[in-house]
């Protein structure tokens, strides 16, 4: 449309040329008397449709020129954006290829793969779940304890770590049991020193107010003769308690711990994991000193890489430990000292979990 002005614009000085001329030349010759006013009025009205028609041509041949440069120019632009649609077509197909190509992956490989996975943990939960139960109806079964019990597993100890100790307490009839994180599993221990008739729980505690909870859960349980909740915040330990490694990791203070003497039982379930790396170490090198000759240690979450490392430490710093492992839930490592020379009393003879294919490892 803008050409189009543009061309129109240029015809305006012929116009301005002509248009006069054709109103001027006939007006002369008449002037001069060459031709009569008549035919000055005919010739001027013959020019200036002259003129007209002239201008009126130039502007078609304009026009015509100004539509078919605008075709070109819609035909141009209309095969670009085809070019550009097919463009885009042809990547949609590409990336719908690559997503079909991930789909098929998905729906052949990575789902059997998931469901093959999916379905073996939920058979693994399965089997743990009916031997949680089994071990929690062996223990209501076994001890006499009130209708409600504390739950447990998740943050609280299982029902099959509670049965071994159950059945070390039952075996040894240690005079002190310690408990190194007390909770649940300290209501089910006084349980089980009370139906043996001898020894007593000290179950440590860092944080006040869950000793105040636990001593609270002792007295729901009329237990506070046979349990004792003790709070013992977390410190720097001494320097021969956490041989060199352990250095800086805090655990519970040993001062609050001087009295404990005799102990014939170390459940090893606390300080929590958050507190440190190999949180759980200082207590065998910490205990050790107020312990029997045939003290056992045992040491829950085991199937964690820093209870087993820790436990490594302790074999390698203590060479009258002994160490059989527990297929537990959470994995149980028990640490018997035996002052005995290997392979006689003090050797640790069998897993006290029952398992038909237990894992042992022998003295270090
Ligand atoms: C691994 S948990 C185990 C506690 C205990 N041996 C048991 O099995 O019930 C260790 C720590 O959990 C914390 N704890 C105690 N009672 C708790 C509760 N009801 N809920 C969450 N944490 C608790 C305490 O600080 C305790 O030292």
Redesign the pocket.
């Known amino acids: 449309m803008d050409s189009l002005r543009r061309r129109i614009r240029r015809l305006s000085p012929l116009a301005g040329l002509f248009g006069p001329m054709a109103l001027v030349t006939p007006a002369a010759l008449g002037g001069v008397g060459l031709i009569t006013w008549g035919e000055v009025v005919l010739g001027t009205a013959i020019l200036l449709l002259g003129t007209l028609t002239c201008l009126l041509g130039v502007g078609l041949w304009s026009l015509r020129r100004t539509v078919s440069e605008l075709s070109t120019s819609v035909r141009t632009q209309t095969r670009k954006v085809t070019e550009l649609l097919g463009q885009d077509r042809l990547e949609l197909t590409r990336s719908l290829e690559g997503v079909r190509v991930e789909v098929g992956e998905l729906r052949e490989r990575t789902l059997p793969r998931a469901v093959t996975a999916i379905t073996r943990a939920g058979a693994r939960q399965g089997r743990q779940d009916y031997e949680q139960y089994v071990a929690w109806t062996e223990l209501r079964e076994y001890l006499d304890v009130a209708a409600f019990m504390?739950p447990?597993r998740?943050?609280?100890?299982s029902p099959d770590?509670?049965r071994l100790l159950v059945r070390l307490i039952e075996r040894d009839r240690p005079e002190l049991v310690v408990?190194?994180?007390?909770?649940?599993?300290?209501?089910?221990i006084g349980y089980a020193l009370r139906k043996v008739g001898t020894g007593r729980l000290v179950?440590?505690?860092?944080?006040a107010?869950?000793?105040e909870?636990?001593r609270a859960l002792v007295a729901d349980h009329a237990l506070e003769d046979v349990v004792e909740v003790r709070h013992a915040p977390l410190t720097r330990v001494p320097d021969d308690h956490a041989d060199g490694v352990s250095a800086g990791v805090p655990w519970y203070d040993t001062e609050a711990l001087s009295d404990l003497k005799g102990i014939g039982l170390v459940?090893v379930?606390?300080?929590?994991r958050a507190t440190g790396p190999e949180a759980r170490y200082p207590a065998v090198p910490a205990l050790l000193p107020g312990c029997t000759d045939r003290v056992v240690f045992v040491l829950?979450?085991a199937d964690r890489p820093d209870e087993r490392s820790l436990g490594e430490r302790w074999l390698a710093g203590h060479p009258e430990l002994a160490r059989t492992e527990e297929p537990t839930e959470k994995g149980a490592h028990v640490f018997t000292r035996t002052l005995a020379p290997a392979g006689t009393l003090g050797e640790p003879s069998s897993t006290l979990t029952p398992d038909p294919q237990p894992k042992r490892e022998g003295r270090r």
């Open positions: 504390p447990l998740g943050w609280a100890a770590v509670l408990e190194c994180g007390s909770g649940a599993s300290s209501v089910w179950a440590l505690e860092h944080d107010r869950y000793a909870l636990g459940f379930d606390g300080p929590p829950d979450d």
